[in-house]
């Protein structure tokens, strides 16, 4: 098993709710939650966020853990590898299907097992607060006259893809560099070495309130609540928008009494007035799909996404 440092596990006990619900969940219950974030990145941020409101709910003691590697390679393996107990989850992201697609990984999207949706998480393209670049069109502008960095969350992945298919429609040609982590991404972004990152909005969330980075665009439908003069992509000029899910998955083979308490969980932690403070801030959109309707719903992504890479040319 890889792990990171024992600084980037975060372990959050507390006391259990009467009633926790279902195997896998209860007073003496420890989950693990394994992310292929680095600390600091979107999904990392994202579950320490909800661990304190989570344990509330269910009970037991919730661990991240960061297993970081092949664009999320290494977490799905050891994810698909574990006892399907219900005591160790992945938090999935688009990034998992693009990398058993692109990498063909010992162990792929399809060998683990969806378990719920949670929210659908809008991304943002931003830049140093103190750069240049106002608008998308500053952006393409650096990008038409031969120069332009922009930057990506790992290799595999939705924002990848996102950026490849921004250059297409812009007809320029970039540089795009990917890391293993939003948090990598970030400062590299604020030392000025990418023009622009592309992320979810929690991941920054702390820079730009301290006034270090700018929104550009939303690559979303319609704009954020929460910032609604920054405009969207398509509004910017370019017909580009995607969706990011956020869900868990774990091991073929859960027993139904565990997806059945993650399926009651749920709704409730996103009822939660303290919850939905914090999610809201982040602007994550509900998305709550129960087991049947994820696993449909990953289907019918990873065919997608699929075709979408092989009309590219990018695998056969």
């Known amino acids: 098993m890889i792990r990171s440092c024992a600084a980037a596990v975060l372990v959050v006990a507390i006391a259990a709710a009467a009633g926790g619900c279902g195997r896998g969940v209860g007073d003496r219950q420890v989950t693990t939650l394994v992310t292929h974030s680095s600390p600091g990145g979107g999904s990392d941020v994202f579950l320490r966020e909800m661990i304190p409101h989570l344990t509330r709910i269910m009970g037991g003691t919730f661990v991240v853990d960061n297993v970081q590697g092949g664009s999320g390679a290494r977490a799905i393996a050891m994810v698909a590898g574990a006892d399907p107990d219900g005591r160790t989850l992945y938090a999935t992201t688009p990034t998992f299907v693009y990398t058993s697609l692109l990498s063909r990984p010992e162990a792929g999207y399809t060998d683990l097992e969806p378990v719920v949706n949670m ?50 429609k812009a007809g320029v040609t970039p540089a795009i560099t990917t890391f293993e982590g939003g948090g990598d991404m970030l400062l590299n972004v604020l030392n000025h ?85 914090v999610y809201t801030a982040n602007s994550l959109q509900p998305g709550f799909m129960p087991h049947a309707e994820y696993v449909a719903f990953m289907q019918t992504f990873g065919k997608e996404t699929e075709t979408f890479l092989q009309n590219a040319g990018v695998i056969e």
């Open 119 to 168: 929210f659908f998480d809008p991304e943002v393209l931003y830049t140093a607060a103190d750069s240049p670049f106002r608008t998308l069109q500053d952006v393409l502008g650096r990008a038409r006259s031969g120069g332009g960095k922009w930057g990506a969350a790992n290799p595999a992945s939705l924002e990848r893809q996102l950026l490849e298919q921004l250059k297409q």
């Open 193 to 277: 070495t990418l023009d622009v990152g592309v992320g979810e909005l929690q991941e920054i969330r702390a820079q730009l309130d301290a006034g270090r980075v700018r929104l550009i665009a939303i690559v979303g439908d319609v704009r954020l609540e929460t910032f609604p003069d920054v405009p969207t992509v398509r509004e910017s000029g370019i017909d580009l928008a995607v969706r990011k899910f956020r869900g868990l998955a774990g091991p073929k083979g859960l027993p139904p009494d565990v997806i059945a308490a993650w399926e009651a969980a749920v709704p409730k932690l996103l009822d939660d007035p303290e919850y939905r403070k």
